[in-house]
T-cell receptor, first 113, second 111 residues
């Protein structure tokens, strides 16, 4: 167990809908990273927050947004969902903000039908 | 842009043998590398990391080798066990705030 908690584990929804994925980092970790894992593209970095502030942005679509709250948990919001958004979404946390030694949660499997 | 290059091949080894998983990277500015293991239905699990000022680092049954001259990273697993069966990813940090992952290698351990 990495100590990173993600909910829900599975999410099935329809195209056009909006969902929220939640992540609680390991105790003491200040950074939260979101990654998308699909079969054809591997693990793709989406966005990073450190102590409540956005620190780095990857290939995150404009339909997606995230935030980190004062208690350091993070939420990833996905809207106007498309079939191609179906993927595993991972959250990772780290004490540092420089992208080293990330610990991953078990992921949320999103299926858009 | 530059990225860690790794197709998804499959490495099949006999239980008890040593395994070597390779990874090529293209960004010479990368200064930190890390290996993850991902079992089916689980998130990536940290195995071992190495900084660019080192060429070798050992953990429990695992060794990571870094050859900056040819931009090559390898993970060696000693006495491979069935529980080592998984997909292994290398990742690099090129002085940014994020890890860039390769495509992964599937390790299959035959009993």
């Amino acid at each position: 167990d990495s100590g990173v908690t993600q909910t829900p584990k599975h999410l099935i929804t329809a195209t056009g809908q909006r969902v929220t994925l939640r992540c609680s980092p390991r105790s003491g970790d200040l950074s939260v990273y979101w990654y998308q894992q699909s079969l054809d593209q591997g693990l793709q970095f989406l966005i990073q927050y450190y102590n409540g502030e956005e620190r780095a942005k990857g290939n995150i679509l404009e339909r997606f947004s995230a935030q980190q709250f004062p208690d350091l948990h993070s939420e990833l919001n996905l809207s106007s969902l498309e079939l191609g958004d179906s993927a595993l979404y991972f959250c990772a946390s780290s004490f540092r903000q420089d992208g080293e030694k990330l610990f991953f949660g078990s992921g949320t499997q999103l299926s858009v039908l | 842009g530059e990225s860690v290059g790794l197709h998804l091949p499959t490495l099949s080894v006999q239980e008890g043998d040593n395994s070597i998983i390779n990874c090529a990277y293209s960004n010479s500015a990368s200064d930190y590398f890390i290996w993850y293991k991902q079992e089916s239905g689980k998130g990536p699990q940290f195995i071992i990391d190495i900084r660019s000022n080192m060429d070798k680092r050992q953990g429990q049954r695992v060794t990571v080798l870094l050859n900056k001259t040819v931009k090559h990273l390898s993970l060696q697993i000693a006495a491979t066990q069935p529980g080592d069966s998984a997909v292994y990813f290398c990742a690099e940090n090129n002085a940014g705030n994020m890890l860039t992952f390769g495509g992964g290698t599937r390790l299959m351990v035959k009993p």
